[in-house]
């Protein structure tokens, strides 16, 4: 079976006089760099509506790129009988609500055991629907709500709907430090520039857009609310790393255990075992890809996160008493 690859972007203009393959790994850090070179020589990128098989043609910025090929299925994923705790379904699309610790798609490290073998159990008619109809993901320790598209038509319409920022997603999350108040992180994300597996802030990456608002504060550490308007692995994480409010419990981006000063012992204990990063994908909102239908979702922030939250606020009012 091949899956449909179909990106279109615009070529930033701080790849001004980079080469062509060289430009294609900054702006689609998803895919290898030799995957993206046999893309370009067999013919399967456009520049500007016009093919270009010159992998070391040099770049100006501003130029339309438009991908469009068929990948065949490296592997053949197994449906596996993995619970889903499903919150809407109907012929078209199907949202989850993710447990921590499930990958959504297999990969290196993880064959199987994911978000998509499960779908394949549930629902076989997605093994058509490229990627078995996941259209966004959520890292493996990042909980709450996704929409998996159950037809190719649904997929089509979801990731336009995506790419045109039409899809709401807001998180809730305990991020070290204390804010003072809401924001927006406005930096372009892409490859980390000498560690593979991690994503940074880098003037080279895509266009990143992370909305934040403060919801509550404790001595040393703040709960919030967060918007997405661009959608870029591990958007959320990168961004408060950067204004430097890494998500607590976050393995990869400096979010290691920071108790205040005579923090109270569980309070201590709590933080230093919370081994993954604070986020919840609590709402999701979009038109139904069929019906047009406007559509929302919650999912109730986990055990792990409101034990976290009550404890954080029982020592802040425990200190104010002092």
């Given at each position: 079976m091949a899956e449909i690859i179909q990106h279109k972007d615009i070529v930033p203009e701080t790849c001004l006089g980079k080469r062509f393959d060289q430009t294609l790994a900054q702006m689609f850090p998803e895919y290898s760099r030799s995957r993206l070179k046999e893309w370009i020589l067999a013919g399967h990128v456009k520049v500007n509506g016009h093919v270009l098989t010159k992998a070391r043609e040099k770049m100006y910025g501003g130029e339309s790129i438009v991908i469009e090929t068929e990948v065949e299925a490296e592997e053949r994923f197994e449906p596996q009988n993995i619970p889903l705790n499903i919150v809407y379904e109907d012929d078209d699309i199907l949202v989850i609500n993710k447990p921590a610790g499930l990958v959504v798609h297999p990969g290196a490290g993880n064959p199987d055991g994911t978000v998509l073998n499960a779908l394949l159990h549930h629902c076989p008619e997605v093994a058509v629907v490229p990627r078995a109809g996941i259209v966004h993901r959520l890292d493996k320790d990042t909980t709450g709500l996704m929409v998996v598209a159950k037809t190719i038509a649904a997929q089509t319409h979801l990731v336009e709907s995506l790419q045109a920022r039409e899809i709401t997603r807001e998180y809730e999350a305990i991020a070290n430090g204390v804010m003072t108040a809401g924001g927006i992180v406005d930096e372009p994300i892409g490859r980390h520039a000498t560690k593979r597996t991690h994503m940074a802030v880098t003037m080279s990456?895509?266009?990143?857009?992370?909305?934040?608002?403060?919801?509550?504060?404790?001595?040393?550490?703040?709960?919030?609310?967060?918007?997405?308007?661009?959608?870029?692995?591990?958007?959320?994480?990168?961004?408060?790393?950067?204004?430097?409010?890494?998500?607590?419990?976050?393995?990869?981006?400096?979010?290691?255990?920071?108790?205040?000063?005579?923090?109270?012992?569980?309070?201590?204990?709590?933080?230093?075992?919370?081994?993954?990063q604070a986020l919840h994908a609590a709402m999701l909102s979009l038109f139904h890809p069929?019906?047009?239908?406007e559509m929302t979702w919650y999912a109730d922030v986990p055990e792990d996160m409101v034990k976290l939250t009550n404890v954080l606020r029982e020592d802040t009012e425990l200190n104010e008493q002092l």
């Open positions: 990456g895509r266009p990143s857009v992370t909305h934040y608002r403060v919801m509550e504060k404790f001595r040393l550490h703040t709960r919030l609310r967060l918007r997405l308007e661009t959608g870029r692995t591990h958007q959320i994480r990168v961004h408060m790393a950067h204004i430097t409010h890494p998500l607590v419990g976050d393995p990869v981006y400096g979010g290691r255990p920071r108790p205040p000063k005579n923090a109270t012992p569980e309070l201590r204990e709590l933080l230093k075992s919370f081994k993954r069929i019906t047009g239908e």
